[in-house]
């Protein structure tokens, strides 16, 4: 762990995209004691710390949370060979000696949360002994406030306890921390939060896509919610709703941002900002959610491209027959969110498979687009107070919420009246609202139904795997140790603990 601390540091010096993990700053190069001198240095040095959410949206969080639930599932290519470290997350079948793991997509998402906490720390360290615009610092530490926040809020949900560093990583010694206990992380993050909102503009006065109070205000309570703090929650969250600034758009679909338009609009709470072209700002994970082989043919009316080519591989992160069937009839959201293909190579029988639709939109150059994908939607906003309500024994005025999101969608109004029965209403409406927008396997783990789900999904699976997209081919069938690790956190990064003496 010492040296990838060391090296995250090292990367938030130079302020750059640059994902490398250096080990030494050369002498040559700008340190933190030349380069923080004006505002303008706060303003890359936080530009850099929201660098690391394109890689965890764009590769990481699909497969830790998404993948690791009972909405998607991947489509087996027998030619292409083993690839373990997805399917055993999808499989929860995460190899564990230890309480670590090998598994290099839980290592990755671990190694960019920290490094978008080692930018924030060299940030918030900084920026109150530098004169600038007291408004505009306000802003710039708000915002580091919360991707700090952000970072260990998913540490926390990953991995329970953590190394929780608060201060830059000087030398080497101070690298490895033992890990603080999951109630110290989420009182640090509350704490940051807490500090962050006052700070920070609103969704008026901000610049879009950076962070905003009415964000900071939504992550703040999700923290709460996952902790069963209610009432905290309702408090939190009644500002953002009564803004006025945010409201749900006309059609569903319509939430959701375009190749290069209808970005941070008026549902958007929060998202992460992707641009096709040669910059190294873009997203190509409509591409890593197609399932495989596909042919340039088969794939070019999906993304509208000029240059369409095949992809081969495994298919990842597709919709199951179980969150298909979620839908309730009549309900827009499914044609919206779930398409489907016939691929002419597929091993697969029937050869028309289902893709994540959602997200679609046409662009130019293949592999490369410029969707934004959505951390926080106001429909979420309207959902978490929902359940905040009903769960104070409010139900009376957590259904019309409720009804809000449903009305949407096209659906009548909810018959669930009682607190137990509007529990399951929201739980069910938060996966249909919220589909393939990572957040199922948090919901499951957060209301402790691992058990109660996963285990006769596993079940499904290895009952009919033909339903779940294994080809009608001899020894094509799930693997022996399919569903056999149903912990609510990950284990640690190998890879990390080889380097530090707690864990």
């Known amino acids: 762990m010492k040296k990838y601390i060391i090296g995250l540091l090292s990367a938030s010096l130079f302020l750059t995209s640059c994902e490398d993990f250096l080990t030494v700053v050369p002498e040559t190069q700008l340190s933190s004691a030349t380069f923080f001198k004006n ?4 303003e890359q040095a936080v530009n850099a710390a929201y660098s690391p959410l394109r890689t965890i949206t764009n590769d990481r969080s699909w497969l830790l949370s998404e993948m690791h639930s009972d909405n998607t599932y ?5 030619l292409f060979g083993a690839v373990d470290n997805q399917e055993d997350l999808a499989d929860f079948s995460v190899p564990e000696s230890n309480g670590t793991t090998a598994n290099v997509h839980v290592l990755n998402q671990w190694r960019q949360d920290y490094l978008i906490i080692a930018r924030t720390n060299q940030i918030l360290a900084l920026i109150d002994e530098v004169n600038f615009d007291a408004a505009v610092k306000g802003n710039l530490k708000g915002q580091a406030l919360f991707l700090r926040a952000y970072a260990y809020f998913e540490l926390a949900r990953y991995f329970g306890s953590v190394p929780l560093h608060l201060t830059p990583v000087a030398v080497r010694s101070e690298a490895a921390l033992d890990l603080s206990p999951e109630p110290a992380v989420y009182a640090q993050i509350e704490t940051d939060l807490v500090a962050a909102i006052p700070l920070l503009l609103d969704k008026a006065a901000q610049q879009p896509g950076r962070v905003t109070s009415g964000a900071a205000r939504t992550l703040l309570a999700n923290v709460y ?5 209610w009432a905290e929650a309702e408090q939190v969250l009644s500002p953002v709703i009564s803004s006025g ?4 758009m006309a059609s569903y679909d319509m939430a959701f941002s375009e190749n290069a338009a209808n970005k941070n609009n008026a549902e958007s709470v929060f998202e992460v900002q992707f641009i096709e072209g040669a910059a190294g700002l873009q997203g190509n994970f409509m591409y890593q959610f197609m399932p495989r082989p596909i042919s340039a043919a088969e794939l070019q009316p999906i993304m509208g491209t000029n ?6 591989g495994e298919g990842n992160n597709i919709p199951t027959p179980d969150i298909i069937a979620a839908y309730e009839e009549g309900d827009l959201r499914k044609d919206a969110s779930i398409g489907y293909v016939f691929l002419a190579g597929a091993f697969q029988d029937p050869k028309t498979l289902p893709y994540i639709k959602k997200f679609e939109s046409a662009h130019s150059q293949h592999n490369n687009h410029g969707m934004n994908f959505p951390i926080y939607r106001y429909a979420e906003v309207l959902l978490f107070m929902a359940e905040a309500l009903n769960e104070q024994g409010k139900t009376a005025q957590a259904i019309p919420l409720l009804n809000q999101v449903r009305s949407r969608a096209g659906l009548a109004a909810t018959t669930a009246s009682g607190q137990a029965d509007v529990r399951e209403a929201i739980f069910k409406e938060r996966r249909v609202e919220l589909a393939f927008e990572n957040k199922r396997w948090f919901d499951i783990q957060r209301t402790d139904r691992i058990q109660e789900i996963i285990v006769p999904f596993g079940q499904r699976v290895v009952a009919n795997p033909r339903a779940y997209y294994y080809p ?3 020894g094509a069938v799930p693997r022996n140790n399919v569903f056999t690790n149903l912990n609510k956190f990950y284990a640690y990064p190998a890879a990390e603990s080889d380097l ?3 864990f």
């Open 39 to 42: 505002q303008n240095d706060f």
């Open 74 to 78: 991947y489509v087996r290519n027998v």
């Open 307 to 312: 240059n369409a080519q095949p992809i081969d």
């Open 225 to 229: 919610i996952n902790q069963k703090k």
């Open 472 to 474: 009608p081919i001899a």
């Open 245 to 248: 600034q945010y409201t749900l």
């Open 500 to 502: 530090s003496p707690y």
